[in-house]
């Protein structure tokens, strides 16, 4: 059984302050991830992918990648209150020969107070 | 125009009912993907098709059924609606290599 795991949360961050978002998964194999986005009631929205060892850049969202580790992060620089919304991190996991599944973690709920 | 489009937005129906949710996308995209969403318990993979010809079981794929019509095209049947399957049930796209997927905006099912 592939597994991401996520701390639900809620994590609540100022206005300004930076937001960390951690994720473990189960799969040494993976070479995929995701993080995405998704407001209330919407549905997930990409907003990194990472493939490499080490920190991936864009704009304000940084994601980091530890494959030793098994953990990938989310890091929002300078937050917003729109940024409030569950941040769900996916692994491209093997299944069967040639065929990958995206397994998703449950979605850490991040609040942004102004 | 949105890349992958689901229809209907809403949809309340009764026990028993036979309902079909549509997909379409114009992302050129082979996979398709049929999921659900229920608080706590995250998204959970109904369905999966990596080409036309191709259908695949996800981890809860009990009480529906699919149809892969065409590249574009992927749609979710449910033969016999019950409460349970109330739920917020959302279509995504992916390519290879990288296999990112894209959503759809949702269908919001309630079966009473």
């Known amino acids: 059984q592939k597994e991401v795991e996520q701390n639900s949360g809620p994590l609540s961050v100022p206005e300004g302050a930076i937001a960390s978002l951690n994720c473990t998964y189960s799969?040494?194999?993976?070479?995929?991830f995701f993080w995405y986005r998704q407001y209330s009631g919407k549905s997930p929205e990409l907003i990194m992918s990472?493939?490499?060892?080490g920190d991936k850049e864009d704009g304000r969202f940084t994601a980091q990648l530890n494959k030793a580790s098994q953990y990938v992060s989310l890091l929002i620089r300078d937050s917003q209150p729109s940024d409030s919304a569950t941040y769900l991190c996916?692994?491209?996991?093997?299944?069967?020969?040639?065929?990958?599944?995206?397994?998703f973690g449950q979605g850490t709920r991040l609040t942004i107070n102004p | 125009d949105a890349d992958v489009t689901q229809t209907p937005r809403n949809r309340i129906t009764k026990t028993g009912k036979r309902i079909m949710l549509e997909c379409s996308q114009t992302?050129?995209?082979?996979?398709m993907y049929w999921y659900r969403q229920d608080p706590g318990l995250g998204l959970r993979l109904i369905y999966y098709?990596?080409?036309?010809?191709?259908?695949n079981k996800g981890e809860i794929s009990d009480g529906y059924s699919v149809s892969r019509q065409a590249q574009a095209k992927f749609s979710l049947s449910l033969e016999s609606a019950i409460p349970n399957q109330t739920a917020l049930y959302f279509c995504?796209?992916?390519?290879?290599?990288?296999?990112?997927?894209?959503f759809g905006p949702g269908t919001r099912l309630t079966v009473t």
């Open positions: 995504a796209t992916s390519d290879p290599p990288g296999d990112e997927q894209y």
């Open positions: 098709s990596f080409d036309v010809k191709d259908i």
């Open positions: 992302k050129g995209h082979d996979r």
């Open positions: 990472i493939y490499s060892n």
């Open positions: 799969d040494r194999g993976s070479q995929s």
């Open positions: 996916a692994v491209l996991c093997l299944i069967i020969q040639g065929a990958q599944k995206l397994v």
